[in-house]
Every structure is written in structure tokens, then in C-alpha cells.
């Protein structure tokens, strides 16, 4: 009972004969962390370069003045001002008044302002010209003629 087994193997299936090098591994593994390590250090470089040798912005800036304690300015009672802004446009659309006493503008109540507009119709405007005026065009060209044309006046028509 001693015997031992005969070792029993397939002849179609075989195997990697050679594995992965550990060198190339470990060579790998160190290039990878040389290059977070080289990657942080630029980082910290360049906060360290905007952080601490830039100026601070509160010694560029000249000082600001202290902010109030006041409230704000709010609309506290919205439908009397309301009221008075309607009853301000109410007297300004219904009374005479001037706009410019210079030149001798003035502004009439609406309703009469409708009224004339209605009697008279509306005020004239520049008209365009039904046919406007097109200088006539210069019996020479200004351009010279094209290169075929003028091969043909100087060689004449061979074609």
C-alpha cells in the first residue's frame, strides 16, 4: 500500500511557464508613488506660492466704511403709495402744464389731446419719395473689363 499514485496529466492543457517579473512590479509600484509624491509636492507648491507670497487683499484694498445698523428703507404701506403715485399721474394726464417753457412745449389734459387728434387727424411725417432720385451711371466702366475680354479685343476671337 505504499505505492503511490502515478501522477495523472493531460497532455492538452498546459500552463504559463513563466510568471510576471517582481521586478517589473515592484519598479512599477515605486514609479507610481514617485509620481503621486512628485504630483502633491507641485500642489503644495503652488499654495504655498497663492497663499503666502501674494499680497492679502484686505492690505490692497483701502478700508471701507462700516456698514449701518439702520434697517432698510422698505415700502411699509404699499396700497397708499400706490394710491398716491395713481392720483399724482391722475392730475399730471388732466391738467395744462409746461414741459419745456423754452421752446414752448407744453402738455394738455388727455382727453383734449384725443379730441384734437380726432378733429384734425394725425400730424404729418416725412414722406419717403415714391421714386427716389438715382444718379445716372457713367457711360465708362470703372472696372476694367475681365482678362478673357480683353485677350479676346487684343489676340481677337480664336475660339
Request: hydrophobic residues 40%; proline residues 11%; aromatic residues 8%.
Amino acid at each position: 500500500m505504499s505505492e503511490t499514485a502515478p501522477l495523472l496529466q493531460n497532455e492538452s492543457v498546459r500552463f504559463e511557464e513563466t510568471d510576471f517579473s517582481a521586478r517589473a512590479i515592484r519598479w512599477f509600484v515605486a514609479g507610481l508613488i514617485g509620481l503621486l509624491v512628485f504630483t502633491g509636492a507641485i500642489c503644495a507648491g503652488l499654495l504655498w506660492v497663492f497663499f503666502v507670497l501674494t499680497p492679502r487683499v484686505d492690505t490692497l484694498l483701502p478700508s471701507l466704511p462700516e456698514a449701518r445698523s439702520e434697517m432698510p428703507l422698505l415700502q411699509t404701506e404699499p396700497d397708499a403709495d400706490l394710491q398716491r403715485l395713481r392720483s399724482r399721474s391722475e392730475s399730471f394726464l388732466n391738467s395744462y402744464g409746461w414741459v419745456d417753457r423754452k421752446n414752448g412745449i407744453i402738455h394738455i389734459p388727455i382727453e383734449d389731446a384725443m379730441r384734437i387728434l380726432v378733429d384734425r387727424g394725425m400730424p404729418p411725417t416725412m414722406r419717403v419719395p415714391d421714386s427716389p432720385q438715382i444718379p445716372p451711371v457713367k457711360s465708362k466702366p470703372s472696372l476694367p473689363p475681365p482678362v478673357s475680354q480683353r485677350a479676346a479685343d487684343e489676340f481677337g476671337d480664336n475660339r
